[in-house]
């Protein structure tokens, strides 16, 4: 599998405030990103991803961003609310395979502090 | 019906005993998986299945013996486990058309090793 290291891995922010997210990914054939989230008792969920052919994708609060030259991509959360505290894990991949083999980067635990 | 549900939620088991997790989707999707997530790491890829063979093998011990008897049901069954193979067993799911897109989770097993 790819080398995936994402930072920070611990995040606090004051509700309101915004939280970035980067992942850094080793594999240049990548071209499936996306970020999911995982409450505490809970198996992740997808939250966002974006493919390689577009640069940003934005949904409601939550935004993702693509650097492909220098393999990273990010999540943007802005107006965090009490419910945005989870892990956050990226899950960069190839379509080489034909299925999602999904390798985990190393994880942020965000919290957002009323 | 978006669910991947496994049973049981919860199992302790000894060293000696056999067990089983079983992992259920309705979707229609033809990649299943099983990851284990120890606590505070992200979840890693044991095993996947692609119309119902199996496709990756993460170099995991035999004492963890996969079985997908239908493109619905994915089993994992447990012998002679160590203490240091507790961890919270997770499933997941995907199209598996040859384009990678959102993986489903279930919500996972709590397995504890005695």
């Given at each position: 599998g790819e080398n995936v290291e994402q930072h920070p891995s611990t995040l606090s922010v004051q509700e309101g405030d915004s939280a970035v997210i980067k992942c850094t990914y080793s594999d240049?054939?990548?071209n499936y990103f996306p970020w999911y989230k995982q409450e505490l008792g809970k198996g992740p969920q997808l939250i966002i991803d974006i493919r390689s052919n577009v640069g940003e994708k934005k949904d409601q609060r939550i935004a993702v961003t693509l650097n492909k030259t220098a393999k990273h991509f990010s999540l943007h959360i802005t107006?965090?609310?009490?419910?945005?505290s989870a892990v956050y894990f990226c899950a960069p991949s190839s379509d080489q395979t034909g299925a999602n083999n999904l390798f985990f980067g190393t994880g942020t635990r965000l919290t957002v502090i009323p | 019906d978006t669910e991947v549900t496994q049973t049981p939620k919860h199992l302790v088991m000894g060293m000696t005993n056999k067990k089983s997790l079983k992992c259920e989707q309705h979707?229609?999707?033809?990649a299943m998986y099983w990851y284990k997530q120890k606590a505070k790491k992200p979840p890693e890829l044991m095993f996947v299945y692609s119309y119902e063979k199996?496709?990756?093998?993460?170099?995991?011990?035999?004492?963890f013996s996969p079985e997908c008897p239908n493109s619905s049901l994915l089993n994992l069954h447990l012998h002679a486990?160590?203490?240091?193979?507790?961890a919270l067993y997770l499933c997941a799911s995907s199209p598996n058309r040859g384009i990678n897109t959102e993986a489903f989770f279930g919500q996972g097993t709590r397995l504890t090793v005695v």
């Open positions: 240049s054939a990548s107006e965090t609310q009490p419910e945005d | 979707m229609g999707h033809r199996l496709s990756i093998n993460e170099s995991v011990p035999s004492r486990l160590q203490p240091e193979d507790s």
